[in-house]
């Protein structure tokens, strides 16, 4: 498997990407995408091979990551990444700063820049807001690290905003080029983007924005489902259909969860809010108005409890190509809900190793952009 997923490592690809910040995937082109998963391969080929103290190249580093929402995946992704390339890793929750108290995004950057070497922020639930605090962010570190003459390359990493979920999605990416053997796996093959019935909260759009906008741009021929009135933000799905265009891969939205499905050797079925409640959200949540920020939040699992029959199950896996799709997830799933507890028990070990990824995929995140010689570390 290793020896396939790695293409020989673009030295001047890595040398242009040194000091980047990911605050999107198409932010990058597909070249410097695809080096990025090569990184991410050969990390996660010598942690294999010689322990996790091979890749220990960024030793007595801070690693900050600032968290605006829930975290059990990326946020032990983060640990356990910035410690295997040597780092110190620092979590910060976002409640418990100033920023609910008028602190600027630019301030905030300053501030963790000082201190920090990289900074990874998740900001996802209001749209309109996550990716541009980050980018703000990113500005307030460069501001200071350029009037202070300090040489350090503190990157940002956006670790899931309201548009795009980057260390998901291309660890999604680099599961389904190991699970088809082959770093060109998915092209001109159907992967089924779904909306599933959730009964437990309002889910960010940006799992589902950050598959279709990349998956788009590698070929795949990308079937995206969701009841009425559950679209995605306008500028995705434009990225999508420009990313089909150009890579020769396909791009469809369906209205339902079995034409999706139907023929496809990946399915990815997954809940997200209602856009117009979503977009209310951003009103009251600047209001601070807790209460109706409550009653949105009933209203959305009012309007999902209305398609509980968009489920992952049996009978639905029994369209896919030879009825047995690569079942996909971010985790945690709503079993019984968004899949069926049959779908889950045959692919729990699938998505763990589609979430063990996450690490080598911020690993190499950091490592891109901190380490100038990388091509020659790696060599």
């Not at 951003?282 to 109706?292: H, L, Q, S, T, Y």
């Not at 009978?315 to 507890?341: F, K, N, W």
Request: charged share 25%; net charge negative.
């Amino acid at each position: 498997m290793t020896k396939q997923m790695l293409p020989e490592l673009a030295r001047e690809t890595l040398r242009a990407l040194y000091g980047r910040s990911l605050m999107l995937t198409t932010d990058w082109s597909a070249a410097e995408l695809d080096a990025l998963l090569a990184v991410a391969a050969r990390l996660r080929a010598r942690d294999d091979a010689a322990g996790a103290a091979s890749n220990a190249m960024l030793p007595n580093e801070l690693a900050y990551a600032l968290f605006f929402d829930a975290s059990t995946r990326t946020k032990s992704a983060w640990a356990g990444a910035a410690a295997r390339l040597g780092m110190q890793p620092v979590i910060v929750d976002g409640s418990s700063t100033q920023v609910s108290h008028g602190e600027t995004a630019v301030e905030t950057g300053a501030m963790l820049g000082m201190n920090a070497h990289a900074l990874g922020v998740r900001h996802d639930l209001i749209l309109g807001e996550g990716n541009a605090f980050m980018r703000d962010a990113a500005r307030g570190i460069d501001a200071y690290l350029e009037a202070t003459g300090d040489p350090r390359k503190v990157p940002l990493v956006n670790l899931q905003c309201d548009i795009d979920h980057p260390t998901q999605t291309l660890a999604d990416l680099a599961w389904l080029r190991e699970h088809f053997g082959d770093p060109d796996a998915i092209r001109g093959k159907k992967i089924a983007v779904s909306w599933a019935y959730s009964p437990s909260y309002a889910k960010p759009l940006s799992v589902p924005q950050g598959l279709v906008t990349l998956l788009t741009r590698f070929g795949a021929n990308v079937s995206l489902a969701h009841p009425e009135g559950y679209r995605l933000m306008d500028r995705c799905v434009e990225a999508a259909e420009q990313g089909a265009k150009e890579s020769g891969g396909s791009f469809e939205i369906v209205e339902s969860m079995d034409a999706a499905f139907e023929g496809a050797v990946a399915v990815y079925p997954k809940s997200w809010g209602p856009y117009d409640l979503m977009l209310e959200r951003v009103e009251a949540n600047a209001a601070k108005d807790k209460a109706r920020m409550g009653e949105i939040e009933g209203q959305a699992l009012a309007r999902n409890a209305g398609h509980r029959d968009w489920i992952c199950d049996e009978r639905r896996m029994g369209l896919t190509a030879g009825g047995d799709a690569l079942y996909m997830h971010c985790l945690p799933a709503d079993i019984g809900a968004e899949v069926s507890p049959g779908v889950m028990k045959r692919h729990e070990v699938n998505v763990a190793r589609e979430a063990n990824w996450k690490i080598y995929v911020i690993m190499a995140m950091l490592a891109v952009g901190k380490v100038p010689d990388l091509a020659e570390r790696l060599a």
